[in-house]
């Protein structure tokens, strides 16, 4: 199994509606990060996370970090067609920015 | 401000051969890591260069090495190319070692025959 596993690996959401997708790793987390990316292009830096029960907005996304879960879960609200892409979590497990990705989940908005 | 550059963008390479891919910093970034993505999947840390010195290493076999120069920008090689090398390679830098979010170049596409 993966360090960190993400869910769901894909999912088509109805342009306007809400979607969440979630992070748990099986290590203990120093700092999580959140990026997204378009088709064979690189990552763009969403938000960082680094402390328990920390949470972060940026227009309509939101990401919020359980601690003693070990989870992360991305939020977005009213979903529009330039939040298509592939979201990636991270890991940096005992600092020093040497990332462990999750597998990615591929969103789709309908429009 | 410029962000990080990658060259060549895309690359095409046979079985047994060696390639050297290109990275610059972004401004006031001393810190690179690289990374591998198979398609499909999520980026694999390959190593990291600080200040000129390899900064940790991923799972990944001596034939892929790299440098970093006194300007900060860095180039990964790979020799004896095998088909599963086929990927997409990630440079990221950030100014410094934690606590700052990293920012990645648009990678280069590398396909072997």
């Known amino acids: 199994s993966q360090e960190l596993e993400q869910s769901p690996q894909s999912l088509i959401v109805q342009e306007g509606k809400n979607l969440t997708i979630n992070c748990t790793s099986s290590?203990?987390?120093?700092?999580l990060y959140w990026y997204k990316q378009k088709y064979g292009e690189g990552l763009i830096f969403l938000m960082m996370?680094?402390?328990?029960?920390e949470e972060k907005s940026h227009e309509k996304i939101t990401a919020k970090l359980d601690e003693k879960k070990q989870q992360s879960s991305l939020h977005i609200t009213a979903s529009q067609p330039s939040h298509a892409g592939i979201y990636l979590c991270?890991?940096?497990?005992?600092?020093?920015?040497?990332?462990?990705f999750g597998g990615g989940t591929r969103v789709l908005v309908k429009p | 401000e410029t962000g990080v550059t990658q060259s060549p963008t895309h690359l095409i390479k046979t079985r047994g051969q060696q390639v050297t891919l290109r990275c610059s910093s972004q401004?006031?970034?001393?810190?690179v890591s690289w990374y591998q993505q198979a398609l499909g999947q999520g980026p694999q840390f390959i190593f990291q260069?600080?200040?000129?010195?390899?900064?940790g290493r991923g799972n990944f076999p001596p034939r892929f090495s790299g440098l970093q120069f006194p300007n900060y920008s860095s180039e990964l090689n790979v020799n004896a190319l095998e088909l599963d090398d086929s990927a997409l390679y990630l440079c990221?830098?950030?100014?410094?070692?934690?606590?700052?979010?990293?920012?990645f170049g648009d990678g280069t596409r590398l396909s072997i025959l």
């Open positions: 996370l680094q402390k328990g029960g």
């Open positions: 990221a830098s950030s100014p410094g070692l934690s606590n700052q979010p990293q920012h």
């Open positions: 260069y600080y200040r000129e010195e390899e900064n």
């Open positions: 991270g890991a940096d497990r005992a600092a020093g920015n040497k990332l462990t």
């Open positions: 290590k203990t987390l120093y700092g």
């Open positions: 401004s006031g970034h001393n810190t």
